[in-house]
């Protein structure tokens, strides 16, 4: 059977190890075809736009997009039940260690999302420095204390992720 890469990339990044049933594929599908249409109906509005008022408003549109997939994504994944890990009472602390995995690996990817829409934001001009001087003595201290933030929240996401381990009895 063919493989979908949207499908597969979802369970690697939710962690679901269970086969999905035609109706919960069906749901996954019919979203992606909704989130590709809002995607270039955003691309062609928002070039227009840009065409018509001479600004960049492709970034901020595709900014706005992207946001709205994320929560519709997380959404679905709740509703369907995907965010759950049925485990035995042995596979606990494997369960876990794969939870502890998960979480940072969804901080660290929205964290490189951010940085990009930052940087897209900034070189848009639409967050403008003035009289910052980027090779001053403040960018070390700022940039640990965005790491700790950073590391911060991924370890309240963990906990708050805790809950969501479901203990089955065989």
């Known amino acids: 059977m063919k493989k ?23 749901e996954l599908y019919n979203f992606g075809n909704n989130m590709y249409m809002l995607f270039s109906f955003s691309m062609i509005g ?15 549109i595709l900014l706005i997009g992207f946001i709205y997939s994320q929560i519709k994504q997380e959404s679905l994944i709740m509703k369907l039940g995907l965010n759950k890990m049925e485990v035995t009472a042995n596979e606990v602390e ?22 990009m829409v930052f940087h897209g934001l900034v070189r848009g001009g639409y967050i403008v420095f003035k009289g910052f001087d980027p090779s001053s003595s403040f960018m070390v201290p700022g940039i640990i204390a965005v790491f700790v933030a ?20 065989e």
């Open 4 to 26: 979908n890469l949207q499908i597969e990339f979802i369970k690697y990044f939710y962690g679901i190890t269970t086969e999905l049933d035609e109706y919960v594929k069906q």
């Open 46 to 60: 928002g070039w227009i736009l840009s065409i018509c008022f001479n600004q960049d408003c492709l970034t901020p």
């Open 94 to 115: 494997s369960a876990k260690k794969m939870l502890l995995r998960r979480t940072f690996l969804h901080v660290f990817i929205s964290g490189i999302i951010a940085a």
């Open 150 to 169: 950073i590391v911060f929240t991924a370890f309240i996401f963990y906990y708050c992720n805790l809950k969501r381990i479901i203990v089955v009895e």
